[in-house]
């Protein structure tokens, strides 16, 4: 441990034991000690959040995929790529939290490239450039709003999927699932949903 850093825990530990009348001394001490040392204040955007939405219109016929999981259904998300509305929102919360835009802008759905691509790669992807920017996932939560097939039995699929493209452990990984009671686009099973929050942070 640097000798900034013990002399900024010393101060802190006596700020927290101070009583209150010398508390603002305590803190002008501390100011002093990250001004003179240059110090950032402790876990400055070492950690940062983002969150994701992405929203597909469902169409019969189609294969529909979330997740990474291909579940049986009479329809399907009409998109560019294989439409998995949920690692698409994973994908815009983990560029969200590097200031890094959003899906469209790294993957246009312009682009012949990206024509029915397993969305796995993509997310594959941006992990790489969160590396690049000296970033690791650190977990992400997850939300489908979707009216029908009940996705219970495959939540746990998704999430080892999810897991094994973001390259962490499955438990930093939350997949959930809910219906909107046949309120909106999903309730009338027009389309299909997806939420994402995601914290990355350097090493």
Do not use: W
């Amino acid at each position: 441990m640097s000798l900034k850093t013990l002399k900024t825990l010393k101060t802190l530990k006596s700020l927290i034991k101070s009583p209150p009348h010398q508390i603002n001394l305590a803190l002008l001490s501390l100011i002093r000690i990250f001004v003179e040392y240059k110090i950032d204040f402790p876990y400055r955007m070492k950690f940062r959040i983002g969150h994701g939405y992405d929203v597909h219109a469902l169409g019969d016929g189609l294969k529909l995929v979330l997740g990474g999981v291909e579940i049986p259904h009479i329809k399907g998300c009409i998109a560019h790529s294989d439409g998995d509305v949920l690692i698409h929102a994973v994908c815009d919360a983990l560029l969200g939290a590097v200031a890094e835009g959003d899906i469209g802008r790294h993957f246009p759905d312009t682009s012949a490239e990206f024509e029915g691509i397993d969305s796995r790669i993509l997310l594959r992807r941006v992990v790489a450039l969160l590396r690049e920017r000296g970033y690791s996932v650190g977990n992400i939560d997850s939300t489908i709003a979707m009216q029908r097939p009940k996705l219970r039995p495959y939540i746990d699929s998704m999430r080892a999927e999810i897991a094994a493209a973001a390259g962490v452990e499955v438990d930093c990984v939350s997949v959930k699932a809910t219906t909107t009671e046949r309120l909106g686009f999903e309730g009338e099973e027009l389309g299909v949903s997806a939420t994402a929050v995601a914290l990355v942070y350097k090493e």
